[in-house]
């Protein structure tokens, strides 16, 4: 009987350590910026921290990279009505570099009505990467 516990336990604790290891990122991009310090933080060092970008875009002197998330209230999860009711908030990061090298970091948080106008004004001929 001893032995059964043992086993099941062992067999528990595998399962439960591997549904805590993921290999997409996880963003907490209000938290995250915290990590980047312009003029000392690489790309390579951002991409370790954020993950690939989910726009990037060209500058005359660099490039930019946009990071985003959406954050549904628990009203706007609801299946079937939560398009109705709730709201959405989306975090917004902007980075921008040069010689691969961090120059500076922009941190937003936009409704639903102000990021649709974002994404309009500023994404509008860029292909998502």
């Not at 290891?21 to 910026?33: E, K, M, P």
């Not at 933080?41 to 990037?56: A, C, F, I, M, R």
Request: with cysteine; proline share 3%; glycine share 4%.
């Amino acid at each position: 009987m001893y032995s059964v516990r043992r086993l099941f336990l062992i067999v528990f604790v595998g399962i439960m350590l591997a549904a805590c290891s993921s290999t997409t990122y996880v963003r907490h991009l209000a938290s995250d910026a915290s990590l980047i310090i312009p003029l000392q933080t690489t790309s390579k060092e951002v991409l370790n921290y954020l993950g690939p970008p989910d726009y990037q875009l060209k500058l005359a002197d660099g490039r930019e990279w946009i990071y985003f998330q959406g954050n549904k209230s628990l009203l706007r999860k609801t299946p079937y009505i939560g398009y109705r009711f709730g709201r959405e908030d989306y975090n917004l990061l902007e980075i921008f570099l040069k010689n691969s090298v961090v120059q500076s970091r922009v941190y937003r948080l936009f409704n639903e009505r102000q990021f649709k106008q974002f994404k309009k004004n500023k994404l509008k001929a860029v292909e998502k990467k």
